[in-house]
């Protein structure tokens, strides 16, 4: 049996970049699963990131619920969360992200968005999530697009297409820190 392709299936190729923008401005709250405990893991890195831009980040794990990770509890599960969440990170494979689509689908209140981390793609999981009105990116990270728009990482070879003038200012930790609201 050879399986019909998905005629939708390109538009998830590509992102406008004010639509990135508007997903990471309206975003206060994340639930990231995949979330890791050792510091060399992307997970943690995009989960400290993401907390340090202000965001509400729930880790899911269940193998370290109950835990903390960056002083935030750490749950086993999307049903676990304490309430809703605007965006859900799928920071598995592929093969786990339709499940956890579904599972994310069937919170009391669903997430806006979903978010499929690099590398991580499931056409039919975004089908049914934006039947239901959710929001899908998939095979992006939210830690390079934040920085990338904001221009935080565009003197490291990332395109970010930003021409600015502004002297960068520092925070009280030496680390350059933009933000999406200051740019277009």
């Known amino acids: 049996m050879t399986a019909t392709p998905n005629p939708n299936a ?8 004010e639509a990135i ?24 890195i995009v989960l400290k990131y993401l907390l340090d831009r202000g965001y ?7 193998g370290l619920a109950g835990q903390e990770l960056l002083g935030r509890r750490v749950v086993g599960s999307l049903a676990a969360l304490s309430g809703p969440v605007d965006m859900v990170e799928i920071f598995r494979n592929s093969a ?17 968005v979903i978010w499929m981390q690099l590398g991580v793609r499931d056409d039919a999981a975004a089908a049914r999530a934006e039947a239901r009105g959710v929001a899908v990116i998939m095979n992006r990270c939210p830690k390079i697009e934040y920085g990338r728009l904001s221009g935080e990482i565009g003197w490291t070879g990332v395109n970010s297409r930003i021409i600015s003038a502004r002297k960068p200012k520092l925070s009280p930790k030496g680390v350059q820190k933009l933000t999406i609201e200051s740019r277009g």
């Open 56 to 62: 509400d980040v729930t880790p899911v794990n269940p």
């Open 21 to 44: 923008r508007a997903i990471l401005r309206a975003t206060r709250s994340v639930a990231l699963v995949g979330a890791s405990a050792n510091p060399a893991r992307p997970s943690w």
């Open 10 to 17: 390109d538009r998830h190729d590509r992102y406008a970049d």
């Open 96 to 112: 786990a992200a339709g499940p956890l689509v579904d599972e994310a689908l069937t919170l009391p209140q669903p997430p806006t």
